[in-house]
């Protein structure tokens, strides 16, 4: 059958017609379809993919005949503007980025060691694929503190001395989990190069006096691992503590360093430690100063919150 001209004309300008372009405040447009929902809201159609938005989002609503081009993506300009960044700045797709995202946070809450250990060969193979390293360090600073610990589990796993800046900076986080976090990977990497710098001491040193029982634990164990004696002021004064499983490893340090054991009652840990250090402590080179040891926080914050 034969459609009369008129009315193809007509039919193709009835659907040329059907299209909008919205206007954002930022001046942004998307072109596409506006679908009513209410008062309040509207679903916007980009080649069959909806976005729905509140209308106190939108500066403007133009009909016209600006149908998007086949294939494009419904995505808010912003959005758009965003990933181009994302992916210049970072190297990676959006697919990439989502992948290192879930591979990380399965990793971190894998309890299995096998699967810890699939989900490590994973992320190091798409780690070559596309250096994940600028990703995972960008826009640290803005993240809460969820994302921030699994960012630093990911470049512990691909590039452990790339996470050293942060694992430092997260010792002043006034919250325990993080520091605790930090302490035991700056322990763990200064124990893999065989080597502990004066400022890891000086760190551990700090954390021994921590407000949290187990970041103290983690530093005393770390202090002890050294092997330095110079580390004896800090752990003394560790044993000042009320905790009982503190004093316990303080102990145990104690001994693995000086091979000398508490001889028990009447006699108490601190003071025969501070005894055995002052008649023992004279030989040993750049003592830690125990009178300048001060917690990395003073309190932690509850309003601090482990969520995405």
């Not at 096998?114 to 798409?126: G, I, Q, T, V």
């Not at 590039?159 to 006034?174: D, V």
């Not at 400022?199 to 551990?204: M, N, P, S």
Request: aromatic residues 6%.
């Amino acid at each position: 059958m034969r459609i009369p001209m008129i009315l193809a004309l007509t039919v193709t300008l009835a659907a040329a017609a059907h299209a909008d372009t919205i206007t954002f405040p930022d001046g942004s447009t998307m072109d596409g379809t506006v679908k009513e929902v209410n008062a309040n809201c509207f679903d916007f159609v980009v080649n069959g993919t909806a976005i729905q938005f509140q209308r106190e989002e939108v500066a403007q609503i133009e009909k016209n005949d600006k149908l998007p081009p086949p294939g494009k993506v419904a995505m808010i300009p912003a959005v758009e503007k965003w990933e181009r960044e994302m992916n210049t700045e970072t190297g990676l797709t959006a697919d990439q980025r989502e992948r290192a995202i879930v591979i990380i946070g399965e990793l971190v809450r894998a309890h299995d060691a096998d699967e810890h250990k699939r989900l490590e060969h994973e992320l190091k193979a798409l780690n070559k694929e596309a250096n994940l390293v600028p990703f995972l360090k960008k826009n640290y600073d803005d993240l809460p503190v969820s994302p921030k610990m699994e960012r630093l589990a990911g470049l512990l796993v691909i590039e452990p001395k790339a996470s050293l800046p942060l694992l430092k900076q997260g010792l002043e986080m006034p919250f325990a989990p993080m520091r605790l976090l930090c302490i035991e990977n700056y322990a763990w990497i200064q124990e893999s190069e065989k080597k502990f710098t004066r400022d890891a001491v000086e760190c551990f040193a700090r954390g021994a006096v921590d407000i949290c029982p187990e970041v103290q634990i983690a530093s005393i164990y770390a202090l002890a691992k050294t092997g330095d004696k110079a580390v004896t002021p800090a752990l003394i004064k560790a044993l000042e503590t009320n905790e009982q499983r503190v004093n316990h490893v303080t102990e145990l340090a104690l001994t693995a360093l000086w091979g000398v054991q508490f001889p028990g009652p009447p006699q108490v840990p601190v003071g025969f430690w501070q005894d055995h250090w002052k008649t023992h402590g004279a030989g040993v080179k750049d003592p830690i100063d125990a009178a300048l040891l001060k917690p990395f926080v003073k309190r932690d914050r509850p309003t601090i919150v482990a969520h995405h």
